[in-house]
């Protein structure tokens, strides 16, 4: 089993910035890819950005330019750097991570880190 624990979500206002940070711990040989889910009050679950264990990125069209995700092997640890943000962004950020585990590929999902943009 692999567990996914994310923090550093809370209020902030419109073009400020926060700093997300996910660890994955357990059972695993090394994590694949590892990012951020969100889901907006009314809305289904999207990908927020994503990285993989070459640092390839992937964003979705309305933060590009503005989050910035990056990775820390050692630790198994990803942060997801979020800058200008705007009430819009506001979601509950759930941390995913894709481990090479003896089963294989699996996919690992974290509690979720509320993210509330409003002055």
């Known amino acids: 089993q692999v567990q996914v624990e994310e923090s550093g979500g809370g209020l902030v206002q419109p073009g400020g910035s926060l700093r997300l940070s996910c660890a994955a711990s357990g059972s695993f040989f090394r994590i694949s890819v590892m990012g951020w889910y969100r889901q907006a009050p009314g809305k289904q679950r999207d990908l927020a950005a994503t990285i993989t264990s070459g640092d390839q990125t992937n964003y979705a069209d309305s933060v590009k330019g503005r989050f910035a995700i990056s990775r820390d092997n050692a630790k198994n640890t990803v942060y997801l750097q979020m800058n200008s943000l705007k009430p819009e962004n506001t979601s509950v950020y759930y941390c995913?991570?894709?481990?090479?585990?003896?089963?294989?590929?699996?996919?690992?999902w974290g509690q979720g880190n509320r993210v509330t943009v409003s002055s």
């Open positions: 995913y991570s894709v481990a090479a585990t003896m089963a294989g590929f699996r996919g690992y």
